[in-house]
Nanobody
Framework: QVQLVEFGGGLVQAGGSLRLSCAAS???????MGWFRQAPGKEREFVAA??????????AYADSVEGRFTISRDNAKSTVYLQMNALKPEDAAVYYC?????????????????WGPGTQVTVSS
């Protein structure tokens, strides 16, 4: 099994930046990773995803964050990151790290088998 935990959430003003990290433990070999978020009263939505590094695949982003957010991973540290720039009030949500054993890039929450507890991101206007 795989355990995930997110770090880096907090309060930031609109236009500011945050970097979230997700530390993975357990059997992390060949695990694709993703970030999702959920705001109060809204459904969980896809944010970004990254495949296993040897797959040759590309990262993927939701249209709402394209050009502002960057997903990356440090396999030596078993960590995935989400760099968030130019934050907007509508970015405020609980952000979740997710993982699944596979070689693709996955954008659907139901495709993921492992989830972290989430970290709160608040953006003030």
């Amino acid at each position: 099994q795989v355990q995930l935990v997110e770090f880096g959430g907090g309060l930031v003003q609109a236009g500011g930046s945050l970097r979230l990290s997700c530390a993975a433990s357990g059997r992390t070999f060949s695990i694709a990773m993703g970030w999702f978020r959920q705001a109060p009263g809204k459904e969980r939505e896809f944010v970004a995803a990254v495949p296993v590094p040897w797959s040759g695949g590309r990262t993927a982003y939701a249209d709402s964050v394209e050009g502002r957010f960057t997903i990356s991973r440090d396999n030596a540290k078993s960590t995935v990151y989400l760099q968030m720039n130019a934050l907007k009030p509508e970015d405020a949500a609980v952000y979740y790290c997710a993982g699944v054993m596979g070689s693709g890039t996955y954008a659907l929450g139901s495709q993921y088998a492992y989830w972290g507890p989430g970290t709160q991101v608040t953006v003030s206007s």
